[in-house]
């Protein structure tokens, strides 16, 4: 009989284990990471998605104390995309008359919305196939507009919201 010497035929062998041990490890190192990085994109989005909500909230709740002057608020004219600078405090400090009221509430929607959302923009207008209106908030370079006229806008003519769109919908009275 003769006896194999184990030692000699696994000669080389400890290292190989230890490569593809590596090996292993580096993959499940990359998985994680790349998992890591997608939670902590999606968590911005959340937080966007949070903070816009609690604007189109508040638009709603300002435009139906203000309900006399309802059309003002869907007039394009009222939601600007220019920047302002600070925060308004005409109605603050004094009373306003409703028409007043209504610009005022508009210039501070625009500024919650400049300051808390990257390239964030606002606009109310009748909803797309609806009687009601719809407020739309946009960031990161989609526009708060229901369009077909590109593929940064909210949403499409039928009220759907376009693929890839950094925006969300409220529909309101």
């Given at each position: 009989?003769?006896?194999?010497?184990?030692?000699?035929?696994?000669?080389?062998?400890?290292?190989?284990?230890?490569?593809?041990?590596?090996?292993?490890?580096?993959?499940?190192v990359?998985?994680?990471?790349?998992?890591?990085?997608?939670a902590?994109?999606?968590?911005?989005?959340?937080?966007?998605?949070?903070?816009?909500?609690?604007?189109?909230?508040?638009?709603?709740?300002?435009?139906?104390?203000n309900?006399?002057?309802?059309s003002?608020?869907?007039?394009?004219?009222?939601?600007?995309?220019?920047?302002?600078?600070a925060?308004?405090?005409?109605?603050?400090?004094?009373?306003?008359?409703?028409?007043?009221?209504?610009?005022?509430?508009?210039?501070?929607?625009?500024?919650?919305?400049?300051?808390?959302?990257?390239?964030?923009?606002?606009?109310?207008?009748?909803?797309?196939?609806?009687?009601?209106n719809?407020?739309?908030?946009?960031?990161?370079?989609?526009?708060?507009?229901?369009?077909?006229?590109?593929?940064?806008?909210?949403?499409?003519?039928?009220?759907?919201?376009?693929?890839?769109?950094?925006?969300?919908m409220?529909?309101?009275?």
């Open positions: 009989m003769h006896y194999i010497n184990s030692r000699r035929m696994q000669k080389g062998v400890g290292m190989m284990e230890i490569l593809a041990a590596v090996l292993v490890l580096a993959v499940g990359l998985g994680f990471a790349s998992l890591q990085v997608r902590v994109q999606a968590s911005g989005e959340a937080y966007f998605r949070s903070q816009s909500s609690a604007i189109a909230l508040d638009l709603a709740e300002r435009v139906r104390v309900d006399t002057q309802r003002k608020y869907l007039l394009a004219a009222t939601w600007p995309t220019a920047a302002i600078s925060a308004p405090t005409a109605c603050i400090t004094a009373s306003c008359t409703p028409a007043a009221q209504a610009t005022f509430d508009a210039q501070e929607i625009i500024y919650d919305v400049q300051t808390l959302l990257p390239q964030g923009e606002v606009n109310m207008e009748p909803c797309k196939g609806s009687a009601v719809c407020i739309y908030i946009g960031w990161n370079g989609t526009h708060a507009t229901a369009s077909a006229a590109g593929p940064n806008q909210c949403v499409d003519d039928n009220g759907k919201y376009v693929d890839g769109a950094q925006c969300i409220m529909e309101t009275f």
